[in-house]
């Protein structure tokens, strides 16, 4: 390497974000994930016995997949291929494959290859690796923050095994953070930093269990301090809550309106209502609020909810859910929102009840089983005295010209007539109706 190279990298060193400049080069100081890394795991058994398998990662964001998918590599000290679903398609594919063979044909090297976001190939994308991950051309190591079970087709998760990483822990975050400041040619260790408790667990937070998240915040912190310690004074650069929270100014939650996490917080956020926990139903509305969930999602939501489990164990319940929807649509953010929590906190604590749910399901297992059923004549419409001749209506028995306003005649189909659909529970206004019913059954009875 002469002066100009050298010069060059010092630049290109200079430019990486921290992040990229702190990843990890061998698993000695990969942070987290030992279920798969740790002796004895999974992926430390592989690399020490040398058989490599396929592989999809699955995790959030930040939890070490990228990091540790070119560790694998260079334990392995095969031919490591990286690109991004995002970016490439099958004419790329078809060069990697090209590329792993010819690396098998004349170095017998292996080729591992490592593609980031393999839940953005569509089908026909995915097809393409199938035979060469069969055949053991390609290893092949992909990375998704989706469920694969959803985003990867059957066919190639079968030949893969799928890792799930979790998020980072905090003590986690906090090694990864402590390591960038220690460490003198790629974190800050050159500077003398002081970072408070404080200011720690607030990055830490901040980070959500995402290392690429954690290091980002604390290289701008860090920018933000530089720039305003004076230089004139020797004394280290103290970076404390407060200088934090103005370099970072937004919190980012891990959140994506369209992938898993979404429906695991509207998932706790509905057995958190079902369960009567109204602080749980509250927290898990607030972090869909605060992390830019559509309110009006969270709302249709609990209009469903409403009925679905509560149902005529509290009738006003549906009331409330649509009233707060109704009042979001006309206050709007952020006052509008208090209005939704309301009725979250509402449903949380009223009784609860299936039976419309478990009634509903019973009679369109009947529908699809006997079909469209005639109506019976009695009940049928007469408008003209043709149907009237032929019997329409004949027999109806009108309710308010007995008492009680009660009839003694079937509604249902004669296929059904003894068919038993809503079974109302004894929890709230539905014991009511209960009683209610077995009233009027016994009053039909005397009749």
Same mark, same amino acid.
């Given at each position: ?197 404080? #200011? ?5 937070? @901040?980070?959500?269990?995402? +290392? %690429?998240? &954690? !290091?980002?915040? $604390?290289? *701008? ?10 230089? #004139? ?5 103290? @970076?404390?809550?407060?200088? +934090? %929270?103005? &370099? !970072?100014?937004? $919190?980012? *939650? ?25 602080? &749980? ?31 005529? &164990? ?134």
């Amino acid at each position: 390497m002469d002066l100009f190279d050298h010069r060059a990298q010092k630049e290109s060193d200079a430019t990486r974000p921290l992040a990229e400049k702190m990843r990890p080069k061998t698993l000695d100081g990969y942070v987290g994930q030992s279920h798969l890394v740790g002796e004895g795991a999974v992926i430390w058994h592989a690399l020490k016995s040398d058989q490599l398998f396929s592989m999809i990662l699955w995790g959030p964001p930040g939890c070490g997949k990228t990091t540790l998918a070119r560790m694998i590599a260079a334990e392995t000290k095969a031919h490591f291929m990286h690109f991004s679903a995002v970016l490439s398609g099958v004419k790329e594919i078809r060069s990697v494959i090209e590329s792993a063979k010819e690396k098998r044909k004349y170095y017998q090297k292996k080729t591992v290859l490592f593609v980031d976001e393999i839940h953005r190939f569509n089908k026909a994308q995915q097809d393409a690796f199938l035979h060469h991950v069969e055949n053991g051309l390609i290893t092949l190591i992909g990375a998704t923050t989706e469920n694969p079970s959803f985003e990867i087709i059957a066919p190639l998760i079968s030949r893969c095994r799928v890792l799930v990483l979790e998020s980072l822990s905090d003590i986690d975050i906090q090694k990864i953070i402590q390591n960038a400041l220690d460490d003198s040619h790629n974190g800050f260790g050159f500077l003398s930093i002081t970072l408070t408790d404080d #200011a720690m667990a607030y990055l830490v937070g @901040i980070a959500d269990g995402d +290392a %690429r998240s &954690a !290091l980002n915040g $604390l290289e *701008l912190v860090v920018q933000m301090a530089v720039a305003t310690h004076n230089k #004139a004074d020797n004394a280290s650069i103290k @970076i404390d809550t407060s200088l +934090a %929270r103005e &370099a !970072l100014q937004h $919190l980012s *939650l891990n959140y994506d309106k369209t992938g898993e996490n979404h429906y695991n917080l509207i998932s706790a956020f509905h057995k958190s209502l079902r369960g009567g926990d109204p602080d &749980a139903s509250l927290y898990w509305f607030t972090r869909m609020i605060v992390s830019g969930e559509d309110p009006l999602y969270v709302a249709r939501r609990m209009v469903r909810f409403a009925s679905e489990d509560i149902g005529c &164990a509290d009738p006003h319940a549906l009331n409330i859910a649509l009233n707060a929807m109704q009042a979001f649509q006309f206050l709007g953010h952020p006052e509008g929102e208090l209005c939704l929590a309301q009725a979250a906190i509402y449903l949380a604590c009223a009784p609860k009840s299936n039976r419309i749910y478990e009634a509903y399901k019973r009679v369109k297992a009947d529908i699809r089983q006997t079909g469209t059923l005639p109506v019976p004549m009695h009940i049928r419409n007469a408008p003209t005295p043709l149907m009237k001749n032929l019997g329409y209506g004949k027999g109806y028995q009108y309710p308010h010209d007995n008492k009680h306003a009660l009839a003694n005649q079937k509604y249902l189909p004669d296929q059904l007539a003894h068919r038993k659909y809503y079974e109302p529970s004894e929890r709230g206004y539905e014991l009511v109706i209960k009683k209610r019913l077995a009233q009027w059954k016994e009053m039909l009875r005397k009749s």
